[in-house]
């Protein structure tokens, strides 16, 4: 049976992930508060931070970059806080 969390991306209970995402006490907060959903939408925007930003996910400060705004995302914390609800612009016609 699935475990269910409250999860802080969705603001809902949700299905939790099966495993840490990311490593340390960093990967087991965000594995007891952000469900499955909730890190696959963290990675549909991570997608647009990587090409928006240009970043290389093999530098060290590029990784730096990331985190930030994954806390930002996930928690609504530092400087990236409340980016998680970005619209695109519509298209004209």
């Not at 594995?31 to 530098?59: C, F, P, R, Y």
């Amino acid at each position: 049976m699935a475990t269910i969390i409250q999860c802080v991306v969705l603001k809902t209970e949700a299905e939790a992930m099966e495993a840490a995402p990311h490593p340390g006490e960093l990967g087991q907060r965000i594995v007891q508060s952000v469900s499955a959903e909730g890190w696959k939408k963290w990675l549909e925007h991570l997608t647009m931070v990587i090409n928006e930003n240009g970043l290389n996910t093999s530098d060290p400060r590029s990784l730096t970059l990331i985190e930030e705004h994954m806390l930002g995302f996930l928690f609504n914390e530092g400087q990236y806080s409340g980016t998680g609800g970005f619209t695109p612009p519509r298209a004209k016609k």
